[in-house]
């Protein structure tokens, strides 16, 4: 199988590195500047509750993002999943609609909801699935990245007409099993790409904010609080788009679970925020509100987040 991996940060090299161990799957990098020179010219280092794990440059194919695609791989590629950032789905949604073979398919591992909408748009219905991974990765430096905790890959269908027992789905399915990235078929992805933007909204923003790791909103009450009730304000827009979510009593149930399960974490965006980058805050509380809007639903605890989300990124580029 040939797998292109759009974006090899985080998410993307921990997936890369445990399907590097597959000998049927050849793989594809892109990435951008130094990460890009560092998996070329010396590979990844990955590291892991017990020993750390080696991965050669010799193991992959890497480009860099703007370069010229190989041209074995051009129209010939598997899958093609999306790990980048949500602000280059657009760039690299168009890399996945040239790297695509006549039979393959496309995935996003990305935050938010609307990513699988763009893919479509460049790739085709029949060619995209629903996918998200709660999976923690944090990129300590180029080349090196710790998996900070097990979680699973959800895949489904969005509209298009590939099923599990598609060849190429259950070939993608049966790898990523034997990588030990704990796949799933969900029958209903809409929704748990819905329950997952709930998670990210409760938790991202005020994890950032605070400079705090996830542990710390299940430890203090105050923050606690807030995050409950910016996840369920989520969750009634959510409701009031036609999604079918669980009541309120099982949101908080997950969140709880969650915040336990990745108590040593630190989210993407407060790590987004300590590189001094643009976090994903538009691809996620952002989403909520621009619903909300259209909904007629006012939503001033996520609108407020994303306010003091967006003064940190200005403050820091200055």
């Given amino acids: 199988m040939k797998c292109a991996i759009l974006g090899a940060g985080a998410i ?4 890369a590195a445990q399907l590097s161990q597959i000998d049927e799957v ?23 509750e017990s020993m750390p794990t080696s991965i050669p440059a ?10 010229t695609l190989p041209s ?54 029949n060619r995209t699935l629903g996918a998200l991974t709660t999976h923690g990765a944090t990129r300590l430096e180029p080349g090196v990245t710790r998996w900070a905790g097990r979680g699973e890959i959800v895949i489904g269908n969005c509209g298009g007409n590939l099923t599990a027992g598609s060849p190429l789905v259950a070939e993608l399915l049966t790898h990523l099993e034997a990588a030990e990235l704990n796949p799933r078929w969900s029958e209903n992805i809409e929704v748990e790409l819905w329950l997952k933007l709930l998670l990210n909204c409760a938790i991202n923003p005020l994890a950032a904010i605070c400079g705090c790791n996830n542990g710390e909103l299940l430890e203090s009450a105050e923050l606690h609080e807030q995050s409950v009730a910016t996840m369920l304000e989520a969750a009634k827009v959510g409701r009031m788009v036609g999604i079918d979510l669980p009541g309120d009593e099982s949101l908080i149930e997950q969140l709880n679970m969650v915040l336990a399960s990745t108590a040593e974490n ?11 980058v643009i976090t994903e805050i538009d691809s996620i509380n952002g989403e909520v509100i621009k619903l909300a809007e259209h909904a007629g639903i006012a939503c001033p605890l996520n609108s407020q987040l994303v306010a003091l989300v967006k003064g940190i990124e200005n403050s820091l580029r200055h």
């Fill in 266 to 276: 630190d989210c993407s965006m407060l790590q987004d925020l300590r590189r001094g």
């Fill in 12 to 15: 993307g090299t921990l997936v």
């Fill in 58 to 67: 010799s193991r992959w194919t890497v480009v860099e993002f703007g370069e």
């Fill in 72 to 125: 074995h791989w051009a129209a010939a590629t598997d899958v093609v999943i999306l790990c980048s950032k949500t602000n280059a789905s657009e760039e690299l949604s168009a890399v996945a609609a040239r790297l695509l073979s006549s039979e393959g398919f496309t995935i996003s591992l990305q935050n938010g909801i609307s990513n699988e909408n763009i893919l479509a748009g460049y790739c085709g219905s």
């Fill in 26 to 48: 050849e793989l594809l990098l892109c990435s951008r500047r130094e990460q890009a020179l560092v998996l070329a010219a010396i590979g990844l280092r990955l590291e892991t």
